[in-house]
């Protein structure tokens, strides 16, 4: 299988087109290794440096998370780069995008800015499908479409979403974490992408707290009480949202007799994710007494009872919400991979057959029916959704999966 890093390199048959220049790199790269990008620039004619001086003349800032330390400060490098460049010297920061374009090295930087679904986005990130729909329901990130209910999301804002949590996670404090953001506004504005309805704030009990349409959230979710909330006519309406905005239920002694579907469904959700399975499976039913209409309600029991090791529940429930609604394509796709995981190749086929009639540039559907069709002795119709899948994703282990299965010539 040929080395994927190889195939952006463009071959130099014309004059370098880094003579003379001496590029460094801050922040995590998100088309390639650092080593990899120090190697591309020695084969453009330029010299790469290990740290920011008066003779670096550019630096390229990672388009993979925020330009952070472990400790939470902004870019070592980047604050030696803006403080040259304020004394006069002809140093430029540069996005990694705009590095790569200057290369000509367009097919990345589409990659860069693709969008991507939940499921291809723990495979590129290594984080879980709960943390990504924690993170969306918090207002840490926000869906930029969605395709009956199937949520796509920039690759840069789910990154820098895990690179804020995992800073947090490691104990960093909020208040030094807003203050490097507000920082890293002065040193160079176009490093930091718009969060769009978030504000970074901080708590004195040190944890993350972000501002989002209806009020006050941590990054865990749990939403606290806001003397100075929005206006009703600015808050969302989106009937696709996989996790809706609703009040979280006050944790502590709460009467939680009088409690609303809602509230029954978003403690559901919290249990879920703190691990608490046999409680969130509790919580969601009791939504379900409320309402047992809610595809929504019957898609996270089924995710729950799958985590419980318990596919016919999970696989009963699937049914039921796309009973519901026909057209919820997640809920398809979840089916396919349950029903392939017990053995029902021909029922998995049925389900992600269907789900591509609701939507054929679905990535990650055609991942998934191609490796049924290989199970079912039928290689050459599987490389027609390896190939298609190839068409949205070149980067991740999936993708890496897929090559595996498509011929050489064919690439």
């Not at 020695?42 to 670096?56: I, L």
């Not at 630096?59 to 490098?77: A, C, I, N, R, T």
């Not at 590095?99 to 990345?108: A, D, R, S, Y």
Request: glycine share 6%; hydrophobic share 40%.
């Amino acid at each position: 299988m040929p080395d994927p890093s190889a195939e952006v390199v463009p071959s130099l048959q014309s004059s370098p087109i880094l003579s003379g220049e001496r590029v460094a790199f801050t922040g995590t790269l998100a088309s390639m290794t650092h080593r990899q990008a120090m190697e591309m620039v020695e084969q453009h004619g330029g010299t790469a440096m290990q740290h920011v001086g008066q003779q670096t003349s550019i630096l390229v800032v990672g388009e993979e998370g925020w330009p952070l330390e472990p400790d939470g400060l902004p870019s070592v490098k980047l604050e030696q780069a803006r403080q040259l460049h304020d004394k006069g010297e002809p140093i430029r920061i540069v996005s990694e995008s705009e590095w790569l374009k200057l290369l000509g090295i367009e097919p990345v930087e589409r990659k860069t800015h693709q969008l991507y679904t939940p499921a291809m986005l723990c495979q590129l990130l290594n984080v879980s499908v709960h943390d990504i729909r924690r993170w969306e329901r918090a207002g840490l990130i926000t869906s930029v479409k969605k395709v009956y209910r199937l949520p796509y999301f920039d690759f840069e804002e789910v990154a820098n979403a895990r690179r804020l949590s995992k800073l947090a996670a490691s104990g960093v404090r909020s208040e030094q974490i807003a203050a490097s953001l507000q920082r890293l506004h002065t040193l160079w504005p176009d490093v930091v992408k718009p969060l769009a309805q978030l504000e970074v704030m901080s708590r004195g009990m040190g944890g993350l707290v972000f501002r989002d349409d209806s009020g006050l959230v941590e990054t865990t979710g749990q939403r606290i009480f806001d003397f100075d909330p929005p206006s009703p006519e600015d808050e969302p309406s989106d009937e696709h949202s996989i996790l809706p905005l609703h009040p979280a239920p006050v944790v502590g002694n709460v009467d939680r007799q009088h409690w609303t579907v809602d509230e029954w469904f978003y403690e559901g959700c919290r249990l879920a994710e703190a691990n608490e399975l046999e409680s969130a499976l509790e919580a969601m039913r009791m939504a379900t007494i409320g309402e047992s209409n809610n595809p929504l309600f019957h898609f996270h029991i089924a995710d729950v009872l799958y985590r419980l090791k318990k596919p016919d529940g999970a696989i009963e429930r699937y049914y039921m919400a796309v009973e519901i609604d026909h057209d919820f394509l997640e809920a398809w796709t979840q089916l396919g991979c349950v029903l392939s995981e017990i053995g029902d190749l021909a029922g998995a086929q049925a389900a992600f057959q269907i789900a591509l009639d609701l939507h054929p540039d679905c990535p990650e559907v055609h991942f998934h029916l191609a490796g049924v069709l290989e199970q079912l002795g039928q290689p050459e119709a599987a490389v027609q959704h390896w190939r298609r899948y190839l068409d949205f994703d070149d980067r991740g282990p999936w993708a890496e999966i897929a090559r595996e299965h498509v011929s050489p010539d064919a690439q």
